[in-house]
């Protein structure tokens, strides 16, 4: 049902002034009007009023700061929630939802850590819409595809590069050379990373987003904590080495995949990827989705993943379906009874550090014989140093068990420096 | 607004038994009831009824053979068209139209011959819904994406790669090292390209594509048979070694582009194509477009462009979005004022062919001089052969029009073998 927005945004920050001035521009423009959406921004909630903004407040809207100035005006019908954190941004989302106002959020990690509670609330207040194009790569409009594109096809996977930070890293890893230290300095000092970069570079940003794509795809609910997850602090330029005699790079994969028999496996990890697949080519900050299903093999969606413009883009894009009457349902597929299953298979990689000797290689084939792994691959670079490091990599259809138990089994060896470093292979 | 579908398909081939297929597979799972979408396909209207056919006509469908049975019908309330071509086509679809018949179609070329005259016939039925995903790209979600995902942004370029048969031509000239007719040969055998290529390989394929694309970027109707096309006829394996050293390869490209002053270029040319640009990576017979924006930066959507569910699978996308109510405007931007000129600039590739001899160069670049054309390289292989290829690249914003100008003042000198072979470079 198309209907006039009075919005009410929360956080009038890098994203919530964006959306302001993308607003401002369309309706000045005649676009909005064109395309039969009205949109006013009628408060905007910050922390404080004295703050001065990177963006022009209109006449027509007003700055407050009580949570309650939006929720309890009941000429708002719509939140914008762009404050992001899952304490005050909760209080927030349900509080519109309850109140019934619409809801635009770009809180991923909201989404992830409260679904169930969120689709309740959503059930309770049937003539609510939530949207939340923003929450996953930011300007790619993957949430809204996923959500429209696919109802006669079967998703067998869902896999993405979901953090520019990373991304930004490894490709510096990869054309420079680079370490893992300078290539985070680096990062850093362009402020693709923050001071404390765990968040980032530990995997833990992109596990909210392959849950929510998850749900999206397979209709399961993944609590995201449960996702294992590994990032790439203990990458080196070795592995770039080493990935580079494969013909592949190393990206920061999410990954949703039904195991062969049906179960669903949902991971965050380092993956070696051959350079002729497209995931090889998502270059810089840039993020990247493939979806690979029965009718369309594979479709591949890229684009901005973070920024003020991309992001507000998205949300933008919400609120103009909200106005115009064409929002979808958030969460169109419902498969609770799909199994998750995190020991997947897949043909691995691991670099294992050692002091030179002798006999090492029939210790790690005995090791490897004793977790069940197949060895397909031997690699080791002519280097002379102290430490050398070598890579086995195994045959498909290797479990993630068996090599974690093949790394222990090593680790526990006199000649290995540290624990093996193992990474699926695409 | 919901509603229950009953669907007359136009067309039981590859594409009309595929969407019959998919549609049986989805009804009987469940997934269309769960996203409250209901169609049933009522009539298929065919050729000859006795021909076999490669999928299951249920109880409830009826084959027929004439356009009456299923436009007269006052039952059915959506026309599926997929039988190609514009004259049957378009009775079909003008008389769906103006039945109050919904319609669902793939046919690029019907829509681009005839946009005019279908945006009147819409106007004159406002009840009725038009939906065309199908017709551009095959799988890949493009026209809903553009309809819906950039209502507050500001494209200035869009371009693609929009022909199958003629990126895994390319693909193979470029891997393989091979020549243009055994490029050919190998898709002609693979199934990729017809027996007479010409609408393929001479880029008339794309001309609709990407007039279309035009309109949903810039609101801008743009008659297709204007669209000036180049084709891939004229390249050779020597043009792939020059793009080699340009660390470029070659790729056959559709654009829309606003040039500097506002006014908007359409083209079908190959292009030298940078090995760090998406467009690069688009590997085999997929099709992938790029859309730059002022708030995205650049976005890129790939997958299949043609073939039997990938195809089938859009047209199922746009039934379910009919029946559950969340079609959107066909044509959502309408910016007639926009001017078209097709003299935009760009860096250009000129390749000639010359009987090697003395002072060439020089009258190159006097014929470059006259034509106001600055050279920015001259690229010559050390290749022993009675016939020398070599290749000047242009500055950038050299226009179209001194190109060929250039090309023209090369192609009476004495030395020319052929005409320049030119392109731009992106």
Avoid at 153 to 171: A, E, P, Q, S, W
Avoid at 200 to 212: N, R, Y
Wanted: with cysteine; proline share 5%.
């Amino acid at each position: 049902m198309a209907q006039a927005l009075r919005v009410g945004i929360f956080g009038g920050g890098i994203v919530g002034g964006g959306t302001v001035e993308l607003l401002t521009a369309a309706s000045k423009s005649g676009k909005l009007a064109q395309l039969g959406a009205k949109i006013d921004v009628a408060k905007i909630c910050v922390r404080s009023l004295d703050k001065p903004r990177d963006f022009v407040v209109g006449p027509s809207t007003q700055l407050v700061t009580s949570y309650d100035d939006i929720l309890k005006d009941p000429s708002i019908n719509c939140v914008v929630e762009v404050m992001g954190g899952v304490t005050h941004a909760k209080d927030v989302v349900f509080g519109a939802i309850n109140a019934g106002k619409h809801v635009v959020t770009a809180n991923k990690a909201l989404i992830a850590a409260f679904l169930p509670d969120l689709q309740k609330a959503l059930q309770a207040n049937p003539g609510v819409s939530f949207n939340y194009e923003a929450a996953v790569c930011g300007g790619i409009p993957i949430i809204h595809t996923l959500q429209t594109d696919f109802p006669c096809d079967d998703i067998h996977k869902v896999m993405g590069i979901m953090n520019g930070t990373t991304n930004f890293m490894l490709c510096k890893m990869e054309d420079e050379g680079a370490d893992y230290g300078d290539a985070l300095k680096e990062a850093q000092a362009l402020g693709f990373a923050e001071a404390d970069p765990t968040a980032d570079v530990e995997g833990h940003d992109v596990q909210a987003k392959i849950a929510l794509l998850a749900k999206l795809c397979f209709g399961k609910t993944v609590p995201w904590e449960t996702v294992p997850t590994s990032g790439i602090s203990k990458l080196t330029s070795i592995d770039f080495e080493y990935a580079r005699i494969l013909k592949s790079t190393i990206k920061l994969v999410g990954v949703a995949n039904r195991n062969e028999d049906g179960t669903l496996a949902v991971f965050v990890s380092p993956m070696v990827v051959p350079l002729v697949m497209p995931l090889a080519s998502a270059k810089g900050p840039g993020n990247m989705v493939v979806v690979n299903s029965k009718n369309m093999g594979a479709a591949t969606f890229a684009g901005p993943g973070a920024g003020r413009f991309p992001t507000a883009n998205s949300i933008c894009n919400d609120l103009v379906r909200l106005s115009v009457g064409k929002t979808v349902d958030p969460f169109p597929i419902d498969v609770p009874s799909i199994e998750l299953n995190n020991d997947y298979t897949a043909q691995f990689y691991v670099r294992i550090s050692i002091t030179d000797g002798l006999g090492i290689i029939k210790q790690v084939g005995e090791a490897a014989e004793a977790a069940g792994v197949s060895i397909h691959a031997i690699l080791q670079n002519p280097i002379t140093r102290a430490q050398v490091d070598f890579v086995v990599t195994t045959e498909k259809g290797t479990r993630l068990s068996q090599v974690k138990d093949l790394c222990d089994r090593i680790s526990k060896m006199s000649f290995a420096l540290n624990p093996p470093l193992f990474m699926p292979m695409l």
